[in-house]
């Protein structure tokens, strides 16, 4: 089969970014102030350390720092949509700043063959690079790049690599279905969305290497990568080996 390289043109990086949750049911980092400067943090390292645009979207009409609005690779957004039945849950509000981003960015509006890397804006990708690499080498139209735990029930929603077309046609129509109170979040959604997707003749894979981030869950205010990397890389490779086969619909 034939891959086809792209440029660095061809990828955006999505930031979601809620930076005044309002007491949010199940979220355990609510101050503004850590949450901004966990955003800045995050927004410079991906200036600095990533060749891409950046679209940062924001739902509680925050006015972030000139210095990031002014500067040509991003371009920032932010609504009013956070406004909404609380026991939905964060999912919920995430999916609905995804949907204003496919709606009202200018960055896509002018390339809809873009490819999206959707992060959760207070977190940092440490190799994020290396993941893209892997995105890029076996490139496809038709393609999402996701990490799931070893069950297959979930696709985790804090980093993810899909096309303009898997957010329009199949995740955002889903999006309905987020509701926390009913145990039913984001990364379950998410996951459907994928099946769908592949069920249409579509492709998938899992992360190479594993997802090394600098930052906590806005959930439990936890780590996300603690321990040593070697035990890290060896329970992702030894969890990668098991989902190629365990797996009914192998990866394509």
């Known amino acids: 089969m034939y891959f086809m390289k792209r440029s660095n043109n061809d990828f955006l990086i999505l930031l979601t970014c809620c930076v005044n949750p309002k007491d949010m049911v199940y979220t355990k980092i609510n101050d503004p102030k850590i949450r901004i400067e966990q955003y800045y943090k995050a927004f410079d390292y991906y200036l600095f350390c990533t060749p891409y645009k950046i679209l940062i979207v924001e739902n509680t009409l925050f006015d972030i720092d000139t210095k990031y609005k002014q500067n040509e690779r991003i371009e920032y957004l932010t609504f009013d949509g956070n406004n909404f039945d609380k026991s939905l849950g964060k999912g919920y509000g995430e999916a609905l700043i995804i949907k204003y981003a ?118 439990t205010g936890e780590k996300y990568t603690d321990g040593s990397q070697f035990k890290l890389i060896a329970r992702h490779f030894l969890k990668r080996f098991l989902l190629k086969f365990k797996n009914n619909k192998p990866v394509r």
């Open 102 to 219: 496919i709606e009202n960015s200018n960055y896509i509006k002018e390339n809809k063959n873009i490819n999206i890397i959707k992060i959760t804006g207070r977190l940092i990708v440490l190799n994020i690079n290396k993941h893209i690499q892997q995105f890029n080498d076996k490139y496809r139209q038709n393609q999402v790049l996701i990490d799931t735990n070893l069950r297959f029930d979930i696709v985790y929603s804090y980093f993810f690599i899909a096309n303009f077309y898997f957010f329009t046609k199949y995740f955002l129509k889903n999006k309905e279905m987020i509701n926390d109170s009913l145990k039913i979040y984001f990364e379950h959604v998410l996951l459907l969305s994928v099946k769908e997707y592949i069920d249409q003749g579509n492709f998938y894979d899992f992360f190479k290497r594993p997802i090394i981030i600098d930052g906590v869950s806005g959930s």
